[in-house]
Every structure is written in C-alpha cells, then in structure tokens.
Antibody
Framework: QVQLQESGPRLVQPSQTLSLTCTVS??????????WSWVRQHPEKGLEWIGY???????WYNPSLESRLTMSVDTSRNQFSLSLRSVTAADTAVYYC???????????WGQGSPVIVS | DIVLTQSPGTLSLSPGEGATLSCRAS???????LAWYQQKPGQAPRLLIF???TRATGIPDRFSGSGSGTDFTLTINRLEPEDFAVYYC?????????FGQGTKVEIK
C-alpha cells in the first residue's frame, strides 16, 4: 500500500521560509510512473494545488505561488520537498503531499501537516 | 483559472436516503476531466471518482459520477453512516488544477 508522510515544523515566523518533506513508501518515486504534488487546505476552506515534481526534478508550480516556491526531489531517500519563501498568515494551512496521476487526479495523500505562520 | 462551484453547500439527509451533489465549471471541461473526493474530519481527502464517472479502487458502487461539459454530479445511493463527510470536485482540464469549495453531507 502506498503511504506518504509529511514532516517539518508546525510553526513558522512571518517572512521566513516554510519547509516540508514528504517520505514515500510502497512506491518508488524513481519509477517515473507518477508526479508528486503538494496540496494545501486553508482553515475551514477549500483545497489549493501548490505544484508537482517529477523524478527527473522537473517541476510545475501554481502561478499564484511560483515566485516564492521551490520543490526538490531526493530519489535515493524516496522523498520530495517543498520550500515556500516569505510566508505570511495567508500561508497558514494544512499541507498535504500526494501522488499525482500525471497532472490529473491525486490518488494517495499523506495525513497532512498543519503549519501556522505566526 | 477554472472556477468550480459546488451546490448545495450543505445537504442534510438521513441514512438510507440518496444524495445528489452538483459541481459546475466556469468553462467546459474537455474529456470530462473531473474528479471527486471525500474528506472526513481530521483526515486527508480520499479519491472517489475520476474521469467524471470512473470509481477509484475500492470505492463502493453506491457512489456514481456523471456529467460532461460544465455540469457534473456525484450521486450517493442509500447513504451509509460512514458517507457523512465533505465532498470536493476537482478539474484537471487545465492548469492550475482547481477544486470546488465543497459540499457537506450531514446527518439530518
């Protein structure tokens, strides 16, 4: 069974950088069969796709976040990561890492990592 | 960006009843590029439907999806206690992929 697990600080100060890592088990990022995405959910609000990365390191970001966003992948550890710079309170959300069916739907999700910017 | 509008915002129903959830897109989705997810409190969303009507692995057949163009529907036949949750639609017709704001199915 595919499992994803987010890790990272739960509290980030305004103007600092939010960094999260997703560890994948039950599938290999290196297989190249999927993309690997981040999705966030603001409190009591809907879902927002952040961006995806491929095992080659190719990325595609949501234009609304692109100027502050960097994603990376470590295939040796079967992990991918998110770095969001210059955060504000508006970045407070639960951040999910997901397995991405090649820019279509998200079929497996991590449990979510709540991040508060304060 | 494509805006997805879900209705109603909340649906109050009893176990055993049927539920009809709507998702309307701000522009036509070619190829019926729409997915549905279920989210329970404190949990991540779970994929239910992709391609507007194809159930994901392990999803009971009481869940069905239909629609094309701009209007899509998720139907839940004979609600089970575990079906009371929030449901989201998501389009993958164009980037950035976007989600609807959700419909909450609550116990009446």
């Amino acid at each position: 069974q595919v499992q994803l697990q987010e890790s990272g600080p739960r509290l980030v100060q305004p103007s600092q950088t939010l960094s999260l890592t997703c560890t994948v088990s039950g599938d290999s990022i290196s297989s190249g069969n999927y993309y690997w995405s981040w999705v966030r959910q603001h409190p009591e609000k809907g879902l927002e796709w952040i961006g995806y990365i491929y095992h080659t390191g190719s990325t595609w970001y949501n234009p609304s976040l692109e100027s502050r966003l960097t994603m990376s992948v470590d295939t040796s550890r079967n992990q991918f990561s998110l770095s969001l710079r210059s955060v504000t309170a508006a970045d407070t959300a639960v951040y999910y890492c997901t397995r991405d069916m090649r820019s279509r739907w998200f079929d497996f999700w991590g449990q979510g990592s709540p991040v508060i910017v304060s | 960006d494509i805006v997805l509008t879900q209705s109603p915002g909340t649906l109050s129903l009893s176990p055993g009843e049927g539920a009809t959830l709507s998702c309307r897109a701000s522009q036509s989705l070619t190829g019926s590029y729409l997915a549905w997810y279920q989210q329970k409190p404190g949990q991540a969303p779970r994929l239910l439907i992709f391609g507007a009507s194809t159930r994901a692995t392990g999803i009971p057949d009481r869940f069905s999806g239909s629609g094309s163009g701009t209007d899509f529907t998720l139907t839940i036949n004979r609600l089970e206690p575990e079906d009371f949750a929030v449901y989201y639609c998501q389009q993958y017709d164009s980037s950035p992929r976007t989600f609807g704001q959700g419909t909450k199915v609550e116990i009446k």
